[in-house]
């Protein structure tokens, strides 16, 4: 999952380059390259942060380049199996986003016809195939070379021959074009050109196009011209900023006293004691809903689960989560379910896969995302924001939140709808959610106790999270975290769990850190507790403010706001992601990049 | 140019407000002093600030996260160990003259230009002011400094120090010099450059404001809401009438028969009323809510905060997240606070009460009472007392 | 020779009009202030034009294409990010040798352009009551010596008027361009350095006219209006007055009973009448409809909107696509007489003018027997319900009920 860009028009083609890889950056990170064209292909590229990239870049001259910011897939992070990849006669370079599936038995074919490989990577086998199929014509040899490739890719070719042209190609992998005035662009992502035009055409699977410094040609899967109206993007390019904060992960951890606010805001009324969306989403809850299935991947699964627990018990409707990979391939379709798909940046490819194909089963689908725009909430029937402003860091935090919450008004006023729930009881919980703000500063206020748990964890070779109930997604959770960020291995359990198989992973070197909150769950939590301990961890409990009687079970204990009753999740889901940040910083790990990993899942 | 602002010090005679906000952070007209010492700093052509943070500095960072076209920078002073320390940690990031102001102090775009514009290699701001600042007292001859005076025995001299100044870079090494030997404040710093000979220029600042106690902070909220923007948002229903100058923020409700004077500030994501009164200078902050048939006059509502029905809030601070439940009654009179061992004299004062409360129905306050953060007070209390943080009244 | 138009800012200071469009597309007398520009400079024989774009570029684009319309050629380049005059003109280097370039929205006359045509490296200069509102420019003679900001007190009141004529060599003094105090690349910088080196002739303009806020838009179409020639394409049924000249377009009707006393500009497919007085001084765009016992004087309204009952808009603008319900009348004179104050982006303005009705963003639907105050300025989107008041200042999305 990577990301890409092309420029060619009047500006200095490198300097556009490098800032529209920085404003990727996101997308991947382990190694980045460009190649301009003056003449020659002008080639640099390395592995490492894209600022020392910056640094290190020459001043290439011209005014037509490519770049690419990479995230391996196949092949190691060197500089040679970083992007773009040239061609045998160095002529023509490539920058390539997907999987070529067949590229082993293409590269054979390619190396007894002569052609000289550099790297083990996928993507340069079609750098030489282009050359291969080239014979004056950049685009038709473009689309005799894929022709022979199966796999997904988003492409963006240049030729030193046709030196005023840059071809770009299409299939289940994101690519946009930029019009500019004088410009034009290609990348895989808006963010990239944003700054300079705020014209898009989208290209479709299948399609290739060729733009140049005045023209833009699409051509469909048949290789003929096609029109296509340009889209105006509203967004404003806010450079995100850490502002001041060591990491992002942090900032947005942070974000959430403010985050809490801003789902409900404009959508509950505390005077009215009422819970309202936008039009699209009223008229889905008001036809009667007979059951739910949420589809959602990683932290969002995460949030479906907790969404699970949260609708089915205050409005008894059952609820079932599965994760989006799967559905797409198994299980059967209600289409008489509400499909709730869950999705941060409305991108993630599996996810979309299988709100596809709930809609061509007949369902209606219903998004919780965070971007505006973005593909999942144009394929919705209705779509609800999470509104908590752009998410950077690539662990999921106020997002995770925020998505909690989402569901937590749906469940509302899901139960409102159906009676489930009367007007005292929807203000009692309009009360509740209004505290969370001070909940939550609460938990931040904490966060040296926090790190002084985290001393705890930061050895650790596996740590265990347990919960019950609600509560025991969100160890899934807090497990997730700790390993996305701090590479400690961890897995979250329900408590109950634990004595049908996990109980033989439980050694004194393994902390266990149990979630126990006053409700129907907690007596058996403490029996829970005792028993882990009767095997050797240190259990660290997160309790609440006021409970004195875990003291006496749990080894340490971590605090979170009293009278929170259901939505205490938040603040607890916070607290672990204090802790996981802490432990993650003592290791000295890179918290917003962690290794291996990348924000927006766009491949499979 | 660029600014060294000061934001690191905890500001403990603003208790119980400051337990979990930095001094730098309260609101004053919604907006945090901060924010204003930084307009006026870049009003005046500033490009950069160098915020040197202390004391809950996350807070500080997560709201100037929007803060655009400006670049800010943020240093962090361990410990807190008085003015000159917390303006040597900005060290690195100067390269030439630079001003160095306090975050907490409101003071205009004019007067720090005027500083800028200042030829001197020396030169601060200072006010005329019947009482001392903290910053001490200052004696001038022919338009120089010629002595500070930190807390003076008599009530002499007609201008007190903002604690503003204009420096060269090689103050840092001065300053490094003299707290080896134990001087810790800027003010002592700049007596004895002045005691080796060097000129201060003064400059008679425009507007300057400090807050000092918890009061305070009505009295600058009346003084600087007449600049706060005065548009409305949000949906205003039928039967509200609003007069003056009235700043409703987006996304709040005010609902039917409210009765707002302005000059009157309310954020975003509030609920008003119905048929509630507000009425000149006051405050109201984000998300929060006041049920029907309250009055609110001249007082500083934090965000988050509830105000429960047929409410009197006069003259009074309600801290942030505060839930206060029917029929308070704030009471405004006279009254002596003791505040740090000081007894201050008070006029026409009501309630100030500090973040997360839980005030039960028909609870009376008299005048000039602070109350703690987090405080739980039962219902039909009559409070004659102050009530320290975290405590409960049954 | 190529002219460069500067077209690429938003124009806080007219909002809620430039939420949606740049500052350059507002309409007066039913054309875009940068059109004017473009007539004006054809009329001076230029044949080439370059629009520097930015802020919504689109509707510029839109509304201009390639010049075809005029038989002119005219080439966009995107600024990328509002950087100042001097980086707007620097993105241009490639595309010109000897230009002029002028500020898209001011407006600049025939005899102007050709003035500065004629003249090489040269600049428009303008004499003015309120100096101290601009920039100040020193002469020695007939050169510049230095251009100032703005100073309260002014030792002369010649200003900046904001036009052009450059040689390639003002590309080399862009780049040496530092930021100013604003944190923007100004080309009155670049030029202050290049008099050191190259004389500059200061040409005093003819007809010149600023417009900084949305009221300053009524000025700038009366004076607009005054010059228009009378030019009907629509269609006018029995018994309708017309006094003056009026520019009525095509598939517009006139119903019966209308009263119409020019200059008044009408666009296309519009319904005027039956029965409305429209009075002069006032440009209606596409797509409108002023219905039965309205009046409208002094006003400027945007495509799309309607005034169509018993509606009475007096010295008001009106965004696009919006809808005044019955009743809907708009106050513009204080019953004390004063001066009419304004609050506009927050901040209270006096206009220093005795009347003024109410500035409008677009999509404004207004209930019936709505009232609209004195200088009432009304964002986009916003709702006023049934009987309500608007006054001062009502912020986008909002909903008086």
């Known amino acids: 999952m990577c990301g890409i860009i092309g420029y060619v028009g009047f500006r200095d083609a490198n300097k556009v380059l490098i800032d529209s890889l920085k404003r990727l950056e996101y997308r991947g990170y382990d190694s980045a390259g460009v190649s301009v064209i003056d003449k020659k292909q002008q080639l640099f590229k390395d592995v490492g942060e894209i600022d020392v990239f910056r640094k290190n870049l020459p001043n290439f001259k011209g005014d037509i380049g490519i770049g690419h910011t990479r995230w391996a897939t196949h092949g190691g992070v060197t500089k040679d199996n970083a992007h773009p990849h040239l061609s045998s006669n160095k002529k023509i370079a490539v920058v390539h986003n997907g999987i070529i599936e067949n590229y082993s038995k293409l590269r054979d074919n390619l190396k007894n016809k002569g052609y000289n490989f550099l790297s083990q990577t996928d993507s340069e086998v079609i750098a030489h195939l282009i050359e291969d199929n080239y014979k004056g014509n950049l685009e038709k040899a473009v689309f005799q070379a894929l022709k022979k490739v199966n796999g997904y890719y988003a492409l963006v070719v240049t030729c030193t021959d046709e030196p005023e042209k840059i071809v770009g190609a299409r299939k289940d992998s994101p690519l946009v074009i930029g019009v500019g005035d004088n410009e034009n662009f290609l990348a895989s992502d808006i963010t990239a050109f944003l700054k300079y035009t705020n014209r898009v055409i989208y290209l479709n699977d299948g399609e290739t196009c060729v733009i140049s410094k005045k023209d833009i040609i699409l051509l469909d899967e048949n290789n003929k011209p096609i029109e296509r109206e340009e889209n105006i993007i509203n967004w404003e390019l806010k450079d995100a900023e850490k502002s001041g904060f060591p990491h992002f992960m942090l900032k947005e951890i942070y974000d959430q006293s403010e985050t809490v606010h801003h789902v409900i805001r404009g959508r509950i009324s505390e005077i009215d004691r009422t819970i309202e969306f936008n039009e699209n989403v009223e008229i889905l809850l008001k036809n009667g809903i007979d059951s739910i299935d949420i589809v959602a991947c990683g932290t969002s699964y995460y949030s479906g689960l907790v969404g699970k627990y949260l609708i089915e018990k205050l409005t008894g409707i059952p609820v079932n989560v599965e994760l989006s990979s799967e559905y797409r391939y198994f299980g059967t379709r209600n289409e008489s379910s509400l499909v709730i798909g869950v999705t941060q940046s409305g991108e993630t490819l599996d996810t979309l896969a299988a709100l596809r194909e709930a809609k061509s089963s007949g369902c209606k689908i219903l998004v919780i995302t965070n971007v505006i725009g973005s593909t999942a909430t144009r394929i919705s029937d209705a779509y609800i924001l999470t509104q908590s402003g752009p998410e950077i860091g690539v662990a999921a935090t106020k997002t995770f939140t925020s998505q909690n919450l989402v569901l937590f008004l749906l469940a509302l006023k899901i139960a409102k709808l159906k009676n489930k729930i009367g007007a005292d009881e929807l203000y009692k919980y309009i009360l509740d959610l209004k505290e969370l703000p001070r909940k939550v500063r609460q938990v931040l206020d904490q966060s040296s106790e926090i790190r002084d748990i985290a001393f705890q964890l930061k050895n650790s070779k596996s740590v265990f999270f347990i919960g019950r109930g609600i509560n025991y997604p969100i160890s899934l959770e807090g497990a997730l975290k700790l390993k996305e960020i701090s590479y400690v291995h961890a897995e979250g359990f329900a408590a109950g769990e634990l004595k049908h198989g996990p109980f033989a992973l439980l050694t004194k070197i393994t902390p266990v850190i149990a979630i126990v909150t006053n409700d129907s769950t907690y007596d058996k939590m403490i029996a829970n507790i005792g028993e882990v301990k009767a095997r050797g961890p240190q259990v660290i409990a997160v309790a609440e403010e006021n409970d004195t009687e875990i003291e006496k079970h749990a080894d340490f204990v971590l605090r979170f706001p009293s009278n929170s009753n259901i939505l205490s999740c938040i603040p607890i889901a916070i607290l672990l992601q204090l802790l996981s940040y802490h432990v993650a910083s003592l290791k000295g790990c890179s918290i917003d990049k962690p290794r291996n990993l990348a924000k927006s899942v766009t491949v499979e | 140019m660029k600014a060294v602002i000061l934001a690191a010090g905890e500001g403990k005679r603003l208790r119980p407000f400051t337990e979990t906000l930095p001094k730098v952070m309260l609101p004053v007209a919604n907006k945090p002093v901060l924010e204003y010492v930084i307009d006026a700093v870049k009003k005046s052509g500033v490009t950069e600030v160098i915020i040197v943070v202390g004391y809950k500095k996350e807070v500080i960072m997560e709201h100037l996260k929007n803060y655009k076209n400006i670049k800010i920078t943020y240093v962090t002073q361990d410990k807190q160990l008085g003015t000159a320390h917390a303006l040597l940690q ?49 004696f001038i001859e022919k338009g120089k400094l010629k002595e500070i005076v930190e807390k003076p025995k008599e009530e002499v001299g007609k201008f007190i120090s903002t604690g503003i100044y204009k420096l060269p870079k090689s103050i840092f090494a001065k300053i490094k010099e003299l707290s080896s030997e134990g001087v810790y404040g800027i003010s002592s710093v700049i007596q004895s450059i002045i005691d080796k000979g060097e000129t201060i220029n003064t400059i008679i600042a425009d507007l300057w404001a400090d807050i000092v106690y918890p009061w305070d902070l009505i009295h600058l909220n009346e003084a600087m809401i007449h600049k706060a923007p005065s548009s409305v948002s949000g949906v205003i229903e039928k039967g509200v009438i609003i007069k003056g100058g009235v700043s409703v923020g987006k996304d709040t409700v005010i609902h039917s028969g409210c009765y707002i004077v302005g000059p009157v500030v309310v954020g975003q994501g509030c609920e008003i009323g119905p048929n509630s009164c507000i009425f000149p200078s006051t405050t109201i902050g984000d998300n929060s809510v006041v049920h029907p048939f309250s009055q609110v006059r001249n007082s500083v509502v934090m965000n988050d905060a509830h105000i429960g029905s047929s409410s009197f809030i006069k003259n009074s601070i309600i801290g942030r997240g505060s839930i206060i439940e029917n029929n308070f009654s704030s009471v405004d009179g006279n009254s002596t606070v003791e505040i740090e061992g000081e007894f201050k004299k008070l006029e026409k004062i009501g309630a100030m009460i500090g973040e997360d409360c839980n005030i039960g129905s028909n609870v009376v306050i008299e005048p000039g009472k602070i109350i703690g953060r987090k405080c739980k007070i039962a219902p039909l209390k009559r409070i004659i007392d102050n009530i320290p943080s975290n405590s409960k009244v049954m | 020779m190529k002219c460069v138009i500067l077209a690429a800012g938003e124009g806080k200071r007219m909002h809620p009009l430039t939420f949606t469009r740049p500052k350059v597309m507002l309409p007066i007398g039913n054309k875009p202030l940068l059109e004017w520009n473009l007539l004006n400079a054809i009329d001076a024989g230029i044949k080439e034009f370059i629009f520097v774009v930015g802020y919504k570029s689109e509707m510029v684009r839109n509304y201009f294409g390639d010049g075809e319309k005029w038989n002119v050629k005219i080439e966009y380049v995107n600024q990328g990010e509002p950087l100042g005059t001097a980086h ?294 916003v709702f006023i319900g049934p009987g309500s008041i608007a006054n001062g200042e009502i912020e986008s999305e909002s909903k008086i009920l």
């Not at chain 2, 160095?100 to 290699?121: A, M, R, T």
């Not at chain 3, 929205?105 to 101290?132: R, W, Y």
């Not at chain 3, 006018?236 to 009973?257: H, M, R």
């Not at chain 3, 009743?327 to 009347?355: F, S």
Request: glycine letters at 10%; a positive charge; one cysteine or more.
């Open chain 2, 90 to 138: 900005a060290r690195n990031h100067i390269k030439g003259p630079f001003i160095v102001l306090s975050g907490d102090n409101i003071i205009d775009q004019k007067s720090i230009l005027n500083l800028i514009k200042d030829k001197s290699e020396y030169s601060m701001l200072i006010k005329e002011n019947p009482q001392p600042s903290k910053y001490g007292v200052v």
């Open chain 3, 88 to 381: 707007a003109i620097s993105v241009v280097e490639k595309f010109v040798k000897d230009f002029i370039v002028i500020c898209g929205d001011t407006i600049f006359g025939k005899e102007d352009f050709k003035n500065i045509v004629k003249t090489k490296d040269c600049m428009g200069l303008v004499k003015v009551e309120n100096a101290s509102e601009y920039g100040i420019v020193e002469l020695d003679e007939e050169n510049v010596v230095k251009i100032y900001e703005k100073i309260d007190e002014p030792f002369t009141n010649i200003i900046n008027g904001g036009i052009y004529h450059f040689s390639s060599k003002i590309f080399s003094y862009i780049r040496k361009t530092k930021k100013s105090l604003r944190g923007e690349f100004e080309i009155t910088d670049s030029i202050n350095m290049m008099v050191k080196y190259t004389k500059l002739r200061g040409i005093f303009l003819k007809n010149w006219r600023d417009v900084v806020y949305p009221w300053h838009l009524l000025d700038a179409n009366e004076e607009i209006l005054k010059k228009i020639n009378k030019k009907i394409d629509g269609t006018f049924e029995k018994n309708t007055a017309i006094k003056g000249k009026i520019i009525v377009g095509k598939n517009s009707k006139i119903l019966s009973g209308s009263y119409i006393e020019g200059p008044v500009v009408i666009g296309e497919n519009c319904k005027i009448g039956p029965n409305c007085y429209i009075r002069p001084y006032t440009s209606i765009g596409n797509n409108c409809h002023i219905g039965n016992a309205c009046e409208v004087k002094n006003s400027i309204i945007l495509n799309n909107s309607n005034v169509p009952h018993q509606n009475y808009v007096g010295d008001s603008v009106i965004g696009e696509n919006c809808n005044l319900g019955a009743g809907t009348k708009v106050a513009n004179l204080r019953l004390d007489k004063g001066n009419i104050k304004v609050v506009l982006n927050g901040k209270k303005l006096d206009t220093k003018r005795r009347k003024l009705g109410m500035i409008l963003g677009d999509n404004v639907q207004t209930g019936i027997n709505s009232m609209m105050n004195v200088g009432a300025i009304i964002g986009n989107n």
